[in-house]
């Protein structure tokens, strides 16, 4: 079996990349060999990354009692990492907000983000990547087009996810999909909701070849 985490980062019910994830998930079903699992950052709620985390490493190593949010950052920690290191394949499915991606997804981010976990360095301080034997799918929607050489350099949430789960992490990205400019296109909308979930199911069907 295939373990396949799809972490959802969208709590708007009609969201694009909600309908991203369910649609991704209803043909991802129907694929045999797969155990499929979501991890909802927003349903987690994830504390926070920061300093509260350190504080209770130090506490913990001292054996000292931890308050609630340095538990709750231990816990988050805990919780992201599980729930990763278990993953042969991931799919994330993002918005774009405001440029970027997330809140309480960036924060599943920064307690993967770790050397010695997710990636170390070498005797010559050369970044390398320990998640080499895992894959990755990228769904995302975004309402305007930054598809653009204009508009490129301003799009950081697809961008930011490619090079952290590839770039750092060493993953193998198997498949993407984009939905762009239906706010910005208001009279095709639908119609390019409804390509980008055609996509979408194309992509869920691959793993059936791509997990073999």
């Keep these: 079996m295939t373990n396949v985490l799809v972490i959802k980062a969208n709590n708007r019910p009609d969201g694009v990349s909600t309908k991203m994830y369910e649609t ?8 045999e060999g797969l155990t499929l699992s979501t991890f909802d950052v927003f349903e987690e709620n994830l504390e926070y990354f920061g300093q509260e985390l350190f504080n209770a ?27 990763l290191t278990a993953a042969d394949l991931v799919v994330f499915a993002f918005p774009l907000w405001n440029l970027t ?21 070498d005797e010559n301080g050369n970044l390398v990547s320990l998640m080499t034997d895992k894959k990755y799918i990228v ?28 770039g750092v992490y060493g ?3 198997v498949g993407e999909v984009i939905i762009e400019g239906h706010n910005a296109n208001p009279a095709e909308a639908a119609n390019i909701i409804e390509a980008g979930l055609a996509q979408v199911k194309e992509v869920a069907q691959t793993l059936a070849t791509v997990t073999a």
């Design 24 to 31: 991704f998930m209803a043909e991802a079903s129907k694929v």
């Design 57 to 83: 490493f130090g506490k913990a190593q001292n054996g000292e009692a931890l308050t609630a949010r340095e538990q709750a950052s231990i816990d988050s920690l805990n919780k992201s990492r599980e729930a």
């Design 101 to 121: 991606i997330p809140a309480a997804l960036q924060s599943f981010i920064d307690y993967t983000y770790s050397a010695g976990y997710s990636f170390k360095y």
């Design 139 to 166: 769904l995302s929607a975004r309402g305007g087009i930054y598809s653009t050489p204009e508009t490129a350099p301003m799009e950081m949430a697809a961008t930011y996810i490619n090079t952290v789960i590839a």
């Design 171 to 173: 993953m193998t990205k």
